[in-house]
């Protein structure tokens, strides 16, 4: 006979797998497969067009992964670029995004609006977007360099190249143009596709909106009675209460950045001379354009172990810093 | 308890209004910077190119007709692809905010053997690139027969797939921060798991489901890449398949798809207009805190 | 939930979602039993998808038992053709472009359409129907890989109202490289007087294949006569990169590059030739359509002559493949015949976006009321050459883009880069050539 107390245990476990469950019957029928199958390709030298047989694909171990790290210097490159653009995109993100939410969480007339358009960039996306930002970054044309121009900020760095003595040296020992020709160069190429991030942070905006809208009012009300300033109140309620919605954007900017692809991938193509070849658009470039299928694949695996490690490291940490109104016991 | 202040002067009204105008007058400039892309794709798409690219911009154009509007809209049945966009989105995000809610939920207030384990996995399914197994997923929907339908891409949605973990994960940190002596409260009460999730904890993670769905359908109605491996019949395209058939390499008119683009863009935010109300309207049922 | 609006809500948005499945596109034909189905895919711009629509329509009409499932693909072609051949459901007939064809023939997954194309009963006359770098495109190894049904190459194009409001003449036909950087100069311009330069002569191509005519012209090319060696060294290969570089730096009548990619830079380049901020640009008769539909005043004039006395262009081409596992081959031939025959054909030129494969149907491709003199771009292919494709096409074009860039940015030498190139595809790591069975 089984105790009524197990029976309970029991029930509540089969419960809990109940609500994962849909989640779970899609990981086993359309994810788990395919990577676990990449997993596989990473040991063999496959060219992804031909069948997988023993005809077409050769088992090479752990070659792929020994080429990566001893004869490939486009692997470091791209790992580089993008340890590059995440270092500045998840912080900056993170920033923004939180400052926005803060800004636009006030009760005034017209609030919809602004919500909306700050909202906008991450709605426009795709072609227009695009289109605009390489006028932007036209070097001789565009809409940056003009305002650089026209506040002088252009003419002050020419200045500082002409008289201070080392800037120039130093810029030429590290090939940096001035003024920036942005997209076309390789040391500016990478800072303005972080520009180009950090201007949609607007899908990060609206999540730390709806985390600030689940504060419950009642704490900022017996603050403010036991006499908390704004700023006060900001760092000992709104921050706390938004480390869950602040862990979960850390970690989903992390996989992110990480991951970054579309913009070198529509905008740049991974140029001017590979500075914004991140790590998917090389492994892209692997898997479809050289027909490395397998080694593709094996890069696909570095880059989940070093995704994973910095999420697990987040994971662990989150218990000394984000709290939980569901958990305090 | 607390001390309360004499405001014989006003002065922390007149303070509060000074700050609700200087927020304002910031708000303003900076909606200038991010409006700034809707408003060049609006006037590229109803004046000249080279107003558009006139330097010094001009900040107004000095022509405009709504020929490109017109254009964009015949050459291509963009009805159809309006129509299937709507299809596509809607029934997806009704799956991803179903799914979501009820995984995020589970991951957050279940209590059961390897729940950790596999929210790990739920995040480790977003850390590899969908390059890699792109071939894999093809053959999957081959097997079963839905290439060409819109099967591949509103089914997964149900069972967290097509970003589902992103959501799941987004539904997990809400539940988790609503106050337990809700739930404790329920249970006393004789309530299952199920009715405390559709009962009390959905209607107050409200603003999660609202950012859940607005960010669903804004990522299904841009989607390229899954309707562009599944479908292949022109009259299944959604509208950014359609998009993409006014940009060529060459000879293709920008300001025709600028044209489309924005018109593709009014539902959505028109969609999160009417949305965003929802996000502010969070927990304010400060009485039920005990 | 409980509230009565949440409800409303739910069973709206459940009427909403029923109506939609029941008032659903289908996108299945009406097949008769008599009907073979034929898939056929192909990419393009929304110009193109209405003409092969024309031409399949067309087909439709004179072949009653065949029915072809047309697959578009607006984006990412490649990846999607090498997606579909990999899991071995790639469409009986696809449009390929020259460019990876020699990659993609090491994998046997393209039929050889020797037996329908040089079969005494053909439609097609090989030998001498076809503009000879067509022919020459898709032949690998032996094999004829595709059926070849439009191209171009490449002319200068330049902005006549530019010119007019500059007091610039017009380009003639038969000039030389110095003549065009005298050109250019005269176009480009500091309108306003405020130090910065407002119209330059000439975009140059961040796309180096748009800058073979002149690489080509001055005496340097990229690989040996048979396409298994390097063979950009020399005081040639330094003279037409000084030559990519001073255009910017030197005579400095071009814009900075806004971005490596081609395909934007390009969109860009239009853009700047159409509102005459630069009066000149390559471009093949693809960009045509486009400046005809924005009301540009414009014209094609041939390459410059260079020292030797001789000039040169790119030119490459589309074509017709088979999947070597297509279920119905006759069927699949026919469509690709039709495609090359002269009624097709004289659509293709009617578009002008393209020049017309077959040979006979050039005419159609020339129209007296464009205002513009497209037959030039026929001329030019008594001195079109194929671009330097091997199936290692790739992973070279890399090595030299990158060169090319850092040339681009001013960061090094065109010695330089001409070493940095050799030494890329040189690299012992993994080197790309020579190649030993090449084409």
Known sequence: MISAQARHRCRVQLQGYLFIAPWLLGFFAFVAGPMLFSVLLGFYQWNGITPFDASHASFVGLDNYGRMFRHDPLFWKSLWNTLYYAGFSVPLGICVSLLLAVLLNVKVRGIAFFRTAYYIPHVVGGVATIMMWSWVFNPDFGGLNLILHKTGIVALGQWAIDTVPGVKTFLDNHNIAWPPLWLADAFWAKPAIIIMSIWGAGAGMLIYLAGLNAIPKHLYEVAEIDGAGRVRQFFAITIPMLTPTIFFHLVMNIIGSFQVFSQAYLMTGGGPDNATLFYVLYLYQKAFQHFEMGYASALAWVLFAIIMMLTLLVIRSSRLWVYYEGEKN | ?290 | MSTSTTKAFLVGLIVVLVLMSVFRPKAAHPLRDDQTVVTFAFWGSYTDWAMIREIVDLFHASNPDIWVKMKYVPANYGDMIQLMLSSDVAPDVFMMEDEPIPAFAEYEKFADLSRFVLAPDSPVDWEDGFWPTATASFTYAGQILGLPIWGGNNLIYYNRSMFRELGVPFPEDDWTMDEFVDTCRALTRDLDGDGVVDTYGFSLPSYWLYFLPFTWTLGASYLNADFTDWAFVGPEAVNATQFYRDLRYKYRVSPAVTCALPNLQNRMEGALFEIGRIGMMTGGSWSSPGLLRGGVDFDVVHIPFGPSGKRYTRVTWDALCMFYKCPHPEEAWRLMAFFASEEAQGIVGRYTRSIPALKASADTFIRPDNGWSEEKFIEAMEYARLQPITKEFMRMFQVVDAAYNKLLANRISAEDAVKMMAAGVYDERDPIFPILEGK
Not at chain 2, 20 to 43: D, G, H, M, N, Q
Not at chain 2, 149 to 169: E, M, T, W
Not at chain 2, 229 to 249: A, C, D, K, R, T
């Open chain 2, 1 to 290: 308890m607390a001390r309360v202040q004499p405001n014989f002067w006003g002065f922390k009204n007149r303070r509060k209004r000074v700050r609700k105008v200087l927020t304002l007058i910031l708000l303003c400039l900076l909606a200038l910077v991010f409006i700034l892309p809707f408003y060049w794709s609006v006037v590229a798409s109803l004046s000249s190119l080279a107003d558009v690219y006139a330097s010094p911009p001009r900040l107004w154009p000095s022509t405009l007709s709504v020929g490109n509007y017109k254009a964009a809209m015949t050459v291509l049945p963009f009805h159809l692809f309006i129509f299937n966009s709507f299809y596509i989105s809607l029934f997806s995000v009704t799956g991803q905010v179903l799914c979501a809610s009820l995984a995020g939920f589970g991951f957050a207030r279940m209590r059961f053997r390897g729940r950790d384990a596999w929210f790990v996995v739920l995040l480790a399914t977003m850390m590899l690139p969908a390059q890699v197994t792109m071939i894999p997923h093809y053959q999957i929907f081959r097997a079963l027969g839905w290439l060409d339908s819109f099967k591949p891409l509103i089914v997964p949605c149900f069972l967290g797939g097509a970003q589902g973990a992103f959501y799941i994960f987004l539904m997990r940190q809400f539940f988790k921060t609503i106050p337990v002596e809700l739930e404790e409260a329920a249970r006393i009460d004789g309530c299952s798991s199920f009715r405390i999730y559709w009962d009390i904890m959905l209607p107050l993670a409200m603003p999660a489901v609202a950012a859940v769905a607005v960010l669903g359908f804004i990522q299904h109605w841009q989607d390229l890449m899954r309707p562009l491996i599944y479908l292949s019949s022109h009259e299944l395209f959604p509208v950014s398949l359609g998009l993409n058939m006014f940009q060529s390499m060459h000879g293709g008119r920008p300001q025709y798809m600028l044209a489309a683009s924005n018109l593709t863009l009014i539902p959505i935010l028109v969609a999160f207009f009417a949305a965003q109300k929802y996000f502010v309207e969070g927990i304010t049922l400060t009485g039920l805190k005990g």
